[in-house]
């Protein structure tokens, strides 16, 4: 499964930052946008309707974690407001998991987060008291994800061949930490470009400060989207 559009990460406090925003995109250019809690928690639903309205596909980053019957009823609830792409944490179970494909259903993609970026392995071993490399536990999750039914996972371009070789090769990777050659890295660690990432297997990138913080957005989107899509 591979997208052509890099998904824009919205990370915007409002609804008048994000409307001035998607105002430097041309007319009838459909974008890929990425929504998250703190625009989706200002804003509520109606930034989802808004988006979709303009003819946008919007992936809803809210990284559902309870019990499986309430996951359930509130996939039901972004199926409705027409999500194209939503997530869960792996960690909350294949039940849960199962039961969140259930309440989505077929109309869009769903994924899952394994471990997330921000744990090392230390983090991971202390808190979580999981003893094993973050790698293993990372290609754990994904097998965990498939056997639930889900498409995919959210996960570092790095890990994408791990994953994939983990599951299958039509196991949805979608990656960020994705920069441009020569721009910021920002607080990003180990980043890739998006030619790079293509190249490491994924199949969606998630880009946002290089596109949000560039003097020419639409500049920036469009080189990024060229160097995704150039051939191998
Ligand atoms: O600005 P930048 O390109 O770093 O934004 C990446 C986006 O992807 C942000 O919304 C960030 O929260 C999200 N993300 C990430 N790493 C993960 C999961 C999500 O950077 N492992």
Same mark, same amino acid.
């Given at each position: 499964?591979?997208?052509t559009?890099?998904?824009?990460a919205?990370?915007?406090?409002?609804?008048?930052s994000?409307?001035?925003?998607?105002?430097?995109?041309?007319?009838?250019?459909?974008?890929?946008?990425k929504i998250?809690? !703190?625009?989706?928690y200002a804003c509520? $639903?109606?930034? +989802?309707?808004?988006?979709?309205?303009?003819?946008?596909?919007?992936?809803?980053?809210?990284?559902?974690?309870?019990i499986? @019957?309430? +996951?359930e009823?509130?996939?039901?609830?972004l199926?409705?407001l027409? *999500?194209?792409?939503? @997530?869960?944490?792996?960690a909350?179970?294949?039940?849960m998991m199962?039961?969140?494909?259930?309440g989505?259903?077929?109309?869009?993609? #769903?994924?899952?987060? =394994?471990?997330? %970026?921000?744990?090392s392995?230390?983090?991971m071993?202390?808190?979580?008291?999981?003893? =094993? &490399? #973050?790698e293993?536990?990372?290609?754990?999750?994904?097998?965990?994800?498939?056997e639930?039914? #889900?498409d995919?996972v959210?996960?570092?371009?790095? !890990? *994408?061949?791990?994953i994939?070789?983990? %599951?299958?090769s @039509?196991?949805?990777?979608? &990656?960020p930490?994705?920069?441009?050659?020569?721009?910021?890295?920002?607080d990003?660690?180990?980043?890739?470009?998006?030619?790079?990432?293509?190249?490491?297997?994924?199949?969606?990138?998630?880009?946002?400060r290089p596109? %949000?913080?560039?003097?020419?957005?639409?500049?920036a989107?469009? $080189?990024?989207?060229?160097?995704? @899509?150039a051939? #191998?």
């Open positions: 499964m591979f997208e559009r890099p998904i824009i919205l990370d915007f406090p409002d609804f008048d994000v409307k001035a925003f998607l105002k430097k995109f041309p007319k009838g250019e459909s974008l890929y946008v998250g809690m !703190e625009l989706y509520g $639903a109606e930034i +989802v309707s808004y988006v979709k309205s303009l003819g946008h596909s919007v992936f809803l980053d809210l990284k559902l974690h309870d499986p @019957n309430t +996951v009823s509130a996939m039901k609830v199926a409705k027409g *999500v194209d792409m939503t @997530n869960v944490h792996a909350g179970g294949v039940e199962a039961a969140a494909k259930r989505f259903g077929d109309q869009g993609v #769903l994924i899952a987060v =394994t471990q997330l %970026t921000s744990t392995q230390e983090q071993q202390d808190n979580q008291n999981i003893q =094993t &490399t #973050l293993e536990s990372v290609r754990h999750y994904a097998r965990k994800t498939a639930a039914g #889900l995919g959210v996960c570092s371009a790095h !890990e *994408v061949i791990s994939k070789d983990a %599951t299958s @039509n196991f949805v990777c979608l &990656t930490g994705i920069r441009p050659a020569g721009s910021e890295i920002g990003q660690k180990r980043v890739m470009t998006p030619s790079q990432a293509k190249a490491a297997g994924s199949d969606y990138i998630v880009v946002g596109i %949000t913080q560039a003097q020419d957005p639409y500049q989107y469009q $080189a990024i989207k060229s160097d995704w @899509n051939a #191998l």
